[in-house]
Every structure is written in C-alpha cells, then in structure tokens.
C-alpha cells in the first residue's frame, strides 16, 4: 500500500504531522490555484485534501482575504455564542458551513454542540465540565504502609 493511500490516521502515524497540517503558503497556493479555474476534484487528489476543506479554505478567502487562511488564536467560545450559533443551524436552517465560515468555529465543535442541543436541549451548553483529575474518595481504604526497618 502506498503512503498516501492508506488513511490519515495510519499516515499520521506513520509520517507524523508532515502531511496532515498545510501551512499558510499551502493553503494559498492551493486557493489560487482554484481561483485561476483548477478542479477542486483534481486538487484534491494532487494533495491528498478533502474536497470540503479546500471549499471552506476558499469560501474563507473570499470572506477574509488572507487573513482567512492564517492560523487563528484559539478563544473559548461562551455557552451564549455557542446557543446562538446553535439556533442559527437548528432552528433558522442556515447550514453548518457559512456558519462556520461568519463565527470562524471549528466544524467538530459545532457538530458536537448540535448533537448536545439535539440529546440535551440547550441547557446542556451552560453547564461546567469539571477538569482535571476527580477527587480521591474518602471512604476508599487506605494504602498498606510497609514497615520501615
């Protein structure tokens, strides 16, 4: 099997992080290239990129420039941000791509907070995740001691 056609995970593996991230004059050349009239299907397979990111990269350029295909600072979102957005895809129908191209969030993170929605209500985006390792129990025995000599 050649290197490129086993799955992102296995290659990610197998050749680190080289051919899964695409650096900003990447992403740019390959956005141009779109522009100038190429497939999207045939850039696709030449790069060994999902159709759909090369679209987000594009739809990005067109809505930001080139700060569009920069790397972002990561800021975390409030739950009221995250049910506004929520509303839009649910209740409004606006599609989960222009949302993720107008708030600049994550597709997991946005398909993650739909399905909570979807399972939980809304209530669910306000609640604290508690971080960090749990608590030792109190009523767990304790540890044996060994004696000390």
């Not at 086993?6 to 990447?26: A, N």
């Not at 993650?112 to 604290?128: G, H, I, P």
Request: overall charge positive; glycine content about 4%; hydrophobic content about 35%.
């Amino acid at each position: 099997m050649s290197p490129m056609n086993c799955t992102p995970k296995v290659r990610q593996k197998t050749f680190g992080v080289l051919f899964m991230k695409y650096s900003y004059e990447q992403r740019l050349v390959i956005v141009q290239r779109v522009k100038q009239g190429e497939a999207i299907a045939h850039l696709s397979k030449e790069y060994h990129i999902n159709k759909t990111q090369i679209l987000a990269w594009v739809r990005m350029w067109d809505k930001y420039g080139r700060v569009g295909l920069e790397k972002q600072p990561h800021c975390r979102p409030t739950p009221a941000l995250k049910e506004k957005v929520v509303r839009l895809i649910l209740e409004k129908g606006v599609p989960l791509a222009l949302v993720r191209i107008e708030y600049r969030i994550g597709k997991t993170a946005l398909q993650r907070w739909v399905s909570m929605v979807r399972k939980d209500r809304y209530e669910c985006l306000y609640l604290k995740k508690k971080r960090g390792r749990p608590p030792k129990d109190p009523m767990a025995r304790p540890k044996k001691k060994e004696p000390q000599t």
